[in-house]
């Protein structure tokens, strides 16, 4: 099988972390599984209320920075996110052969870039626990920039500070709107994620190219 992308074409990977390099299973088990056991029991409320009352918020929320803001969902529901997370972070896993795949990208002279709207202190969590920090160049969190993935001020000022040639930069994320963030900004080489939740059915890529696992997208990983 050939890759879906022409390496020789690329300078610069942007990958994102949760969903694309890590199983999305594990935020969502916590969002919508361990945070309202401890909301319904904070509140005195029974567990389904509190899952209605959170799939609220996170709603009303959706595509803002504030969304993956640790510090905002601390302070709104009264919670510790953080210490929660370390509660449950030996259910954090790389997606199959991520690892070759950063390695290769080094190997091959990409410059690697963890482009993330994940909050620092989950970054830091989620790389202590998977080891693969040393694998890039450069980490990258929305929160340094003020603004979610999603918007195109997040674009500009990644523009700005990594100056990459947008020609020849690879974004690989699950999230579409993401996705169709960076082509409306120019990036052109953009891959979708098929299952970025391995216990959930495939997504709609809409439209965007998609992969099962990074061998997909280097052939070679196959014989590892």
């Known amino acids: 099988m050939n890759s879906l992308i022409d390496w020789q074409g690329i300078d610069t990977v942007l990958l994102d972390m949760d969903g694309t390099l890590m199983d999305l299973g594990f935020d969502n088990y916590f969002w919508h599984e361990f945070l309202p056991e401890r909301y319904a029991k904070l509140n005195g409320l029974v567990l389904k209320e509190a899952k209605v009352d959170l799939i609220a918020r996170y709603r009303a929320k959706g595509g803002s920075l504030q969304f ?14 953080v210490s929660m997370k370390h509660e ?28 993330t709207n994940a909050h620092l202190d989950i970054v830091e969590i989620k790389l202590a626990k998977t080891g693969i920090g040393h694998h890039f160049d450069r980490i990258i969190s929305s929160h340094s920039y003020g603004h979610a993935k999603e918007s195109q001020l ?22 579409v709107e993401v996705l169709s963030a960076a082509k409306q900004y120019g990036v052109a080489h953009l891959i979708s994620i098929w299952q970025p939740d391995s216990t959930e059915p495939v997504q709609d890529t809409a439209g965007f190219a998609a992969i099962n696992g990074f061998a997909d997208l280097v052939p070679e990983l196959r014989t590892v």
């Open 68 to 81: 993956y803001c640790t510090d905002y969902w601390s302070a709104e529901l009264g919670l510790d996110i």
């Open 88 to 115: 449950v972070k030996h259910l954090i896993q790389l997606f199959p052969l991520v690892t070759n795949f950063l390695t290769w990208l080094r190997e091959s002279g990409k410059r690697v870039v963890l482009c």
């Open 154 to 175: 997040f674009w500009k000022e990644l523009d700005e500070d990594e100056k990459p040639s947008l020609a020849r930069t690879l974004l690989v994320d699950d999230n």
